[in-house]
């Protein structure tokens, strides 16, 4: 297993080391020890999530504003464009984002630190996803970023719109949301 850092640092991109042979595949998709020494310090995963979701669903940008949650997410089928957004006020890359593509079949995760909102673009037709959180949800600190929002500039790639849920169609432009200090 090996950490790639992205165009912001903290946010990794980590390979897996992948067995295979003419019966399939094999990989450690998480191991403790090794994790920790990937990112450099101690977490503590306290809840596994998992979502199915169709072609061009987009969901978030979400973050809890109080109990924030380091996500630790990969695809299990399909493929979707990820996205991290730094909201840290007190940050070198505040308002900065990464995107990658994660696959099945490239088997990669993204290792997206509290502090940061997490959405994703669904690729294929459709895409099972599963994340590691180290907070607990708690709907009354979950916030909310306009997924197209201008001053991020994300660029989603999209080739018609996306299906949004009404939550986040109504969600708050970045230079107005609550963030982190």
Same mark, same amino acid.
């Given at each position: =297993? #090996? *950490? $790639?850092? !992205? *165009? $912001?640092? @903290?946010?990794l991109l980590i390979e897996p080391q992948v067995f295979g042979d003419d019966r399939g595949f094999f990989f450690e998709s998480y191991n403790h020890n090794k994790f920790t020494e990937l990112i450099c310090r101690e977490v503590s995963f306290v809840q596994d999530n998992h979502s199915r979701s169709v072609n061009n669903v987009l969901r978030g940008l979400h973050y809890q504003i109080k109990f924030p949650q380091g996500k630790l997410v990969r695809v299990a089928q399909g493929a979707v464009l990820d996205v991290a957004v730094d909201i840290r006020k007190n940050s070198q890359t505040f308002g900065k984002h990464v995107s990658? @593509? !994660?696959? *099945? @079949?490239? #088997?990669? =995760? !993204?290792? $997206?630190? @509290?502090g940061f909102a997490h959405g994703f673009l669904v690729l294929s037709n459709t895409a099972e996803f599963l994340y590691k959180t180290t907070n607990y949800w708690q709907p009354e600190y979950e916030r909310s970023i306009l997924w197209n929002d201008i001053d991020l500039a994300i660029d989603w790639n999209l080739n018609s719109p996306p299906i949004v849920s009404e939550k986040d169609k109504s969600a708050t432009p970045f230079l107005s949301a609550e963030l982190f200090p």
């Open positions: =297993m #090996k *950490a $790639i850092p !992205l *165009a $912001i640092p @903290e946010v990658i @593509e !994660l696959s *099945a @079949e490239n #088997k990669r =995760m !993204l290792w $997206i630190p @509290e």
